[in-house]
């Protein structure tokens, strides 16, 4: 059960604002249940950065949220890239001569290395070690290898098993083919009260790889669905598309959007169990950097923040210096950071619904944060207005603690001058926004506040 107040929002700040109460834990739990569901039925499909999986995927999450779906042809020039020639395999496997199989594809979609050249060729083990890929530190895991932009072929397996592998000659196997055809891009949009957008975008590409990232696709999709019943000061535009040249074939496609880009949130890694993670945008200073740290730190203990690198996921496109885009990125543990990363050991065991549910939460929060925050003018500003007659304060008076709504009433009241937002109020008191939003809705009811400029 989530109560949003956008209707009492609408009447003291002018446009409907997001507002997510206590109870959103509860059906944080339940969404967290659901994504994990949807992270089990999509973990064994075949993904590529284009292809049938992909599209097979972007199907099934249609179902939760509807997508529009855009398909950019091969060869599309964007920006320094070209969109690559359509993938599609069959099978893929390794023969010994004595007819045993190994690293076949059915078995698992990692076996081969994404993007493989077709082959059908007889070797021996000396001539085939080259092609295999293993991890010798983690022998009973495979890794995940891509080769999207040279046309290489090869095979992924666990270290012990390829060390096991007999003397002798090989039929290496790999039915795949390259073609024109297109790459996917799924796009969800909420109209909002206005045509300032948050933007929210997951990679959708890695096959079986459950953290990287069904984790942030789940939770992109579930935020995407809890807004569509809910009224929003921004329009939120989800978009899903493969990790590198999807974002860069989105921003090359929809430049005349991104001037309405306000704020933006790279989902990935949101389902294991480590605390969340905040990357800041490449300036570190903008609204969504602070409003993401200042929910993260008073709402989710442990919660971690990490300056920009150029390094990581999509927010290297977003934040590259001709987009530059006001957004950062929220995982919890950040790639190369867990040991089943890239991994076949990164299965849906190694998440949790708590943890996926936790991460849809402060995103909303974040949502929250953002929409609330704008600036109020104190109408009695001259000493503090007599908040007891008014029903604002407790009647006795004279105890050592102050309840902390009375605290918040009390900083909305000394910082709305007009200049201070309702986030730098927040930072400043240690509270979160919800609560001075509260405030501020008390405090305007009574006529002791008003609204002035939103912050965007
Ligand atoms: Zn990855």
Same mark, same amino acid.
């Given at each position: 059960?989530?109560?949003?107040?956008?209707?009492?929002?609408?009447?003291?700040?002018?446009?409907? #604002?997001?507002?997510?109460?206590?109870?959103?834990?509860?059906?944080?739990?339940?969404?967290?249940?659901?994504?994990?569901?949807?992270?089990?039925?999509?973990?064994?499909?075949?993904?590529?950065?284009?292809?049938?999986? *992909?599209?097979?995927?972007?199907?099934?999450?249609?179902? #939760?949220?509807?997508?529009?779906?855009?398909?950019?042809?091969?060869?599309?020039?964007?920006?320094?890239?070209? #969109?690559?020639?359509?993938?599609?395999?069959?099978?893929?496997?390794?023969?010994?001569?004595?007819?045993?199989? %190994?690293?076949?594809?059915?078995?698992?979609?990692? /076996?081969?290395?994404?993007?493989?050249?077709?082959?059908?060729?007889?070797?021996?083990?000396?001539?085939?070690?080259?092609?295999? /890929?293993?991890?010798?530190?983690?022998?009973?895991?495979?890794?995940?290898?891509?080769?999207?932009?040279?046309?290489?072929?090869?095979?992924?397996?666990?270290?012990?098993?390829?060390?096991? *592998?007999?003397?002798?000659?090989?039929?290496?196997?790999?039915?795949?083919? @390259?073609?024109?055809? &297109?790459?996917?891009? $799924?796009?969800?949009?909420?109209?909002?009260?206005?045509?300032?957008?948050?933007?929210?975008?997951?990679?959708?590409?890695?096959?079986?790889?459950?953290?990287?990232?069904?984790?942030?696709?789940?939770? $992109?999709?579930?935020?995407?669905? %809890?807004?569509?019943?809910?009224?929003?000061?921004?329009?939120?535009? %989800?978009?899903?598309?493969?990790?590198?040249?999807?974002?860069?074939?989105?921003?090359?496609?929809?430049?005349?959007?991104? &001037?309405?880009?306000?704020?933006?949130?790279v989902l990935s890694l949101l389902g294991d169990k480590g605390p969340l993670q905040y990357k800041t945008s490449r300036t570190g200073s903008c609204l969504v950097d602070r409003a993401?740290? @200042? #929910?993260?730190?008073?709402?989710?203990?442990?919660?971690? *923040?990490?300056?920009?690198?150029?390094?990581?996921?999509?927010?290297?496109? %977003?934040?590259?210096?001709?987009?530059?885009?006001?957004?950062?990125?929220?995982?919890?543990?950040?790639?190369?950071?867990?040991?089943?990363? @890239?991994?076949?050991?990164?299965?849906?065991?190694?998440?949790?619904?708590?943890?996926?549910?936790?991460?849809?939460?402060?995103?909303?929060?974040?949502?929250?944060?953002?929409?609330?925050?704008?600036?109020?003018?104190? *109408?009695?500003?001259?000493g503090e207005p007599q908040l007891g007659k008014r029903g604002l304060y407790r009647a006795i008076g004279g105890q050592k603690e102050l309840p902390r709504r009375e605290f918040a009433l009390l900083w909305m009241?000394?910082? &709305?001058?007009?200049?201070?937002?309702?986030?730098?109020?927040?930072?400043? &008191?240690?509270?979160?926004? $919800?609560?001075?939003?509260?405030?501020?809705?008390?405090?305007?009811?009574?006529?002791?506040?008003?609204?002035?400029?939103?912050?965007?």
């Open positions: 059960m989530t109560d949003v107040r956008a209707g009492a929002e609408t009447a003291a700040q002018g446009t409907p #604002v997001l507002r997510v109460q206590a109870q959103a834990a509860n059906e944080a739990d339940s969404r967290g249940a659901a994504m994990l569901a949807l992270i089990r039925e999509l973990h064994p499909v075949m993904r590529s950065i284009t292809g049938r999986g *992909l599209r097979d995927t972007i199907q099934r999450l249609g179902q #939760v949220l509807p997508l529009n779906v855009t398909e950019v042809p091969t060869g599309t020039p964007v920006f320094d890239w070209t #969109v690559p020639e359509e993938w599609s395999i069959e099978e893929a496997y390794l023969e010994h001569e004595s007819g045993r199989r %190994f690293a076949d594809l059915r078995a698992s979609t990692l /076996h081969v290395v994404n993007y493989s050249a077709p082959v059908d060729t007889m070797l021996t083990l000396d001539e085939l070690k080259p092609r295999l /890929h293993s991890l010798p530190d983690r022998p009973d895991w495979i890794p995940y290898r891509t080769s999207y932009y040279k046309r290489e072929w090869g095979f992924c397996l666990a270290h012990r098993e390829l060390e096991s *592998l007999p003397e002798g000659r090989y039929h290496a196997v790999i039915r795949s083919s @390259h073609g024109p055809g &297109s790459m996917t891009i $799924a796009e969800h949009v909420h109209d909002g009260a206005t045509e300032d957008e948050v933007l929210v975008f997951a990679h959708d590409c890695h096959p079986a790889l459950a953290n990287d990232n069904l984790a942030g696709v789940a939770v $992109a999709i579930h935020l995407g669905d %809890f807004l569509r019943r809910r009224k929003t000061r921004y329009t939120y535009r %989800f978009v899903l598309a493969p990790a590198t040249i999807g974002s860069i074939a989105w921003l090359a496609t929809h430049g005349e959007h991104l &001037s309405r880009i306000r704020h933006g949130l993401t740290w @200042h #929910v993260l730190r008073t709402e989710f203990p442990g919660a971690g *923040l990490r300056d920009f690198t150029p390094w990581g996921y999509d927010e290297r496109q %977003f934040c590259s210096p001709g987009i530059d885009l006001p957004m950062g990125r929220l995982t919890r543990t950040p790639n190369g950071e867990y040991s089943e990363y @890239h991994t076949s050991a990164d299965t849906p065991d190694i998440l949790s619904a708590a943890s996926l549910g936790q991460s849809w939460l402060a995103c909303l929060k974040i949502f929250e944060a953002l929409e609330a925050n704008r600036c109020y003018l104190n *109408l009695s500003p001259k009241l000394n910082q &709305s001058d007009g200049k201070h937002s309702l986030l730098d109020i927040a930072e400043r &008191s240690g509270l979160p926004v $919800a609560e001075l939003a509260d405030a501020a809705a008390d405090l305007c009811e009574a006529a002791l506040l008003a609204p002035t400029q939103e912050a965007v």
